[in-house]
């Protein structure tokens, strides 16, 4: 049987009754076991439904083609708000695969029908693997916005006395986290009006030739604003390693703890260290 004939035997087996959509949301909705509301998976799946039969009148089963392209948009909005509320590719998908269910062939079917469901089989499969790469595709969006609030929240700059500021470090500091501290401790110094800054990297493991190329290079970055930098939390251990490792930071102020990097930068800018801090 020609393409043509089994996407035409397709439209009339899916409009031969009210049925048809009404079982494919009941197959969606048990698989998803309420998690979404009746309401609103009749209206995703309606609104599928139509796009479906438009195309499949339309262009037949050629699922790339322009007459598809509403049926695509519709599953991209369904792959991204499932993503969106935790729901797992598999429950994505069925989405999609559960229209097999509804018209799979019986011992009663004739062989035109059967012949037209394959070719729904393989449509369906097409359009399947395109909501799982949709679905991924958002994930993989969300993921990455997750990770950068993380570096937000991970790189804090704290106002420690009237023209200083402080970047507490914590963990591993790459290249993406450094433009990120960069950023935030540049904005902080113009926000404040700062003229000191200390980098803790207290809760920094290890500090190696890159991670120093890191700081240095926030150091330059704020000397460029106007800001002197000072470096604290050099542990024995990680002087030990720069100092096998041949890195030097020229110039820069480099303390052993917050404390004496504080009592350093408030001697410099001229004001009384807290109370208790210089002891």
């Known amino acids: ?42 209206r995703e799946l309606s609104e599928l439904y139509q796009a479906l039969l438009h195309a499949l009148g339309k262009e037949g089963l050629d699922w790339q083609g322009e007459a598809y392209s509403e049926v695509r948009a519709l599953l991209v909005e369904l792959s991204r708000s499932r993503a969106r509320h935790g729901f797992t590719p598999s429950e994505t998908a069925v989405s999609v695969f559960a229209c097999k269910d509804v018209l799979e062939p019986t011992t009663d079917s004739t062989a035109e029908d059967i012949t037209a469901y394959l070719q729904l089989t393989r449509l369906l499969d097409a359009l399947g693997l395109f909501t799982i790469e949709a679905y991924a595709r958002t994930r993989e969006e969300i993921i990455s916005a997750q990770a950068e609030q993380l570096l937000e929240l991970s790189t804090p700059v704290v106002k420690l006395w009237e023209g200083v500021v402080a970047v507490p470090l914590v963990g591993t500091l790459d290249s993406a986290r450094t433009q990120v501290v960069m950023e935030k401790l540049l904005q902080s110094l113009v926000d404040t009006e700062s003229e000191h800054a200390i980098i803790d990297i207290t809760g920094v493991p290890a500090v190696d030739t890159e991670v120093a190329q890191h700081l240095l290079k926030t150091v330059v970055a704020a000397r460029l604003m106007g800001a002197e930098c000072t470096i604290s939390g050099i542990r024995p251990q990680i002087a030990q390693t720069l100092v096998a490792l041949g890195v030097q930071f020229g110039d820069i102020v480099t303390k052993a703890t917050l404390q004496d990097a504080l009592r350093h930068v408030l001697q410099l800018s001229g004001a009384q260290a807290p109370a208790g801090g210089t002891r």
């Open 1 to 42: 049987m020609a393409v043509e004939r089994a996407s035409e035997r397709l439209v009339e087996l899916l409009t031969r009754d009210d049925a048809v959509q009404e079982q494919w949301v009941a197959a969606v909705a048990a698989s998803l076991g309420g998690r979404i509301s009746r309401a609103e998976l009749e």
